[in-house]
């Protein structure tokens, strides 16, 4: 084999769920690599992609979100957006992670919020900090399965491209702009469009907030709680998986029901390889202590 072609079954072992997260140095051996030869080849890699991930980021800003925020009635400047109401603003900020490179990906968030007009504080591109724990919503709250099934959702923000099994991914821009312009084209602005008035908005909110009782969203919370468990820290966190299912009302037939959206959720984290069904299934077996 060529040295690519070692590298390559390097980062095949090294990602397999059974040697994670223990020292690899003896795949270099086995191999006969070096650290240099990894870093090369995650540097060519690196090179190759189309453009970063906050470039893809703000292609889809400039060329969809705002055209489309404009259509819908909002005023645009920066990252805040606004549309007046007979009594009130409703609000769109975009929030951007400070830890955006092509490791971690572009991560980035909408928080959607209402103000009154009696009652804005300081100027309006601010109000929306003032929102957070009283009007506030994300774009998620508005998606099918409230976004948990999106490609590219990871906690509640938006993450485009970032590394996956150690390697750098590089999704097409027109796929980003065509999945994330069509979550506001025909979720969140139709519905925003609507409101006409504050009580308006807060009961859209309780509508939307309500989502989380129904037992698909909290089954797909579960996943959730079992893909970070068995790909970033273990099975040391299993007693507070099987809490975390009594939490969310599950049973053993609920666990079991739509298995197959676990595996969109291993499919969309950054170790795609670690088979959680049956982590999931044992959760769901086990009393909470």
């Not at 991560?107 to 009652?119: N, Q």
Request: glycine share 4%; net charge negative.
């Amino acid at each position: 084999m060529t040295i690519e072609e070692r590298v390559k079954r390097y980062f095949d072992l090294a990602s397999m769920p059974q040697n994670l997260p223990y020292d690899k140095s003896g795949f270099l051996r086995e191999l006969n690599i070096t650290e240099d030869d990894i870093f090369n080849y995650q540097k060519k890699l690196k090179d190759e992609v189309s453009m970063k991930p906050t470039e893809k980021r703000d292609i889809l800003i400039k060329q969809v979100i705002k055209p489309l925020l404009k259509k819908y009635g909002f005023s645009t400047g920066g990252s805040d957006w606004r549309r007046e109401t007979e009594d009130a603003y409703i609000f769109i900020h975009l929030q951007n992670s400070h830890f955006n490179d092509i490791v971690t990906g572009a991560h980035f968030c909408f928080h959607i919020s209402a103000s009154k007009k009696d009652k804005i504080k300081e100027k309006l591109s601010n109000q929306w900090m003032y929102n957070q724990f009283t009007t506030e919503l994300k774009s998620f709250n508005f998606l099918p399965y409230c976004g948990l099934l999106s490609p590219y959702y990871w906690g509640d923000w938006y993450q485009i491209d970032g590394y996956k099994d150690y390697l750098p991914t590089d999704t097409p821009i027109e796929d980003i702009c065509s999945q994330i312009g069509e979550d506001f084209d025909k979720y969140v602005l139709p519905e925003l469009s609507v409101v006409q008035s504050y009580e308006d908005f807060l009961d859209l909110r309780t509508q939307k907030l309500k989502r989380y009782e129904e037992k698909e969203i909290r089954l797909l919370q579960f996943y959730r709680a079992v893909q970070v468990s068995t790909t970033a820290y273990g099975e040391s966190v299993f007693p507070s998986l099987v809490n975390r299912r009594k939490e969310l009302g599950l049973n053993i037939d609920d666990i079991t029901s739509h298995l197959e959206w676990l595996d969109i959720c291993m499919e969309q984290h950054y170790l795609t390889k670690r088979n959680a069904k049956e982590l999931a299934i044992k959760a769901a077996k086990e009393e909470p202590v």
